[in-house]
């Protein structure tokens, strides 16, 4: 009898653990969709936005206060082909986080 009690508690508290952890997700954007913020940034840190890309958000979704929200983790923008590969991920405010494939406006290296 006691390890089949033991086996319902694990499992209960198994349960209550993945119910309670934020759902990440990935959506695709349209570049009028991303933040003024991030687009901003990258035009100062590269130059300019190159045309054919795609934008994504990653974000997690919570529940506050009995509602479902909605709060992004990164927006990254990618572009090219297996030879020619071009990903800049930014934070919601602006902070480049990646870059690959891209020199920065300025650097010499």
């Known amino acids: 009898m006691k390890p089949s009690i033991l086996t319902v508690l694990i499992t209960v508290f198994c349960c209550t653990a993945l119910v309670s ?15 003024v913020a991030v687009r901003i940034a990258f035009v100062n840190d590269f130059g300019g936005i190159p045309e054919g890309g795609t934008w994504t958000v990653n974000f997690t979704v919570v529940n506050e206060n009995g509602k479902s929200m909605a709060k992004p983790i990164w927006y990254t923008f990618r572009k090219g082909n ?6 800049v991920r930014y934070a ?9 494939g891209l020199k920065k406006v300025g650097d010499n290296s």
């Not at 297996?82 to 990903?87: A, G, L, V």
């Open 82 to 87: 297996k030879h020619e590969k071009i990903e």
């Open 21 to 35: 952890q934020p759902v990440k997700r990935v959506e695709n954007l349209k570049e009028e969709e991303v933040p």
């Open 92 to 100: 919601p405010d602006g902070k480049l986080d990646l870059a690959k």
